[in-house]
């Protein structure tokens, strides 16, 4: 179901956007990439709190963690 709703928001915004979702997550993965390589230490703290499988949290990942936040309040 997460994974539905995540989706159809990269549809979404990639329809508002007029690009592919495919280039939406593409730049979304270039943002990781660019905050993820970050030296402050308080923006390598809260990406190193964002569960992940891998070494970097993957675009399905992070969108899930914002969203769980936006739900949460925080």
């Not at 997460?2 to 979702?21: D, N, P, S």
């Not at 979304?28 to 970050?38: A, L, T, V, Y």
């Not at 070494?55 to 990942?61: A, G, I, T």
């Amino acid at each position: 179901m997460e994974q539905e709703y995540i989706m159809r928001g990269l549809r979404q915004v990639a329809e508002a956007e007029g690009e592919t979702v495919e280039k939406v997550m593409a730049e979304i993965g270039k943002i990781i990439e660019i905050c993820w390589n970050s030296t402050d230490p308080l923006i390598r703290r809260e990406w190193e709190s964002i569960p992940r499988s891998g070494e970097r949290p993957s675009v399905e990942e992070l969108m899930a963690y914002l969203v769980g936040r936006v739900r949460s309040g925080k």
